[in-house]
């Protein structure tokens, strides 16, 4: 080791001088909070005669997010005693400024997930409506917050497409309707 701990300055950079000819690598230890750890070494070689500045660059991955939207029936009990299975339900997410981030799709689990979210502020609205159910376009937005470890949860309902009845007494000889029956 020929130098410890050293640490990136306000330019995202560490200088080390002085080096002599040989075979080096930088290895992170600590990622700044908000970003992944990557201790994969950076080699670089100081070269006998050179006394040029040898650069070297590493990139670090912001920690991302996870949303995951679940998808239930606001009647809680429908279909003959059994829970709901809202699964096909389609929503775009958004990004804030309103591009398009992707489609996605609640599966038999009556949820959808989506990883590798940067932060920032997003919106889900629903595209097309499980089967037998109402479409509720309005956004739900959720924030994805720099170095997140939880999983955002959403939750969101769908009415049940109710259907109706109409009845129409009749009299059985003359087939006029029967009025206060």
Known sequence: VVASNLVTDDKGKITVKDLLP??????EIQ?????????????????VGDDSKVTVSKENQIIQGTVELLKRDTEKDCCEGNF????????????????????????????LVVTGLRPGNYYFVEKTAPEGY??????????????????????????IIKGSVELTKTDSETGEPIKNA
Do not use: C, H, W
């Open 22 to 27: 040989g075979e080096y690598y930088f290895k």
């Open 31 to 47: 990622a700044k909070e908000g970003y992944v750890l990557d201790g994969n070494p950076v080699p670089f070689t100081i070269k």
């Open 84 to 111: 709901a299975m809202l699964k096909g339900a389609i929503f775009n997410l958004y990004k804030e400024d309103g591009s398009v981030v992707g489609d996605y799709t609640t599966d038999v689990n009556e949820k």
């Open 134 to 159: 109402l479409l509720d376009t309005t956004p739900i937005p959720f924030e994805i917050v720099k170095d997140q470890k939880e999983v955002v949860s959403i939750t969101r309902t769908n009415d």
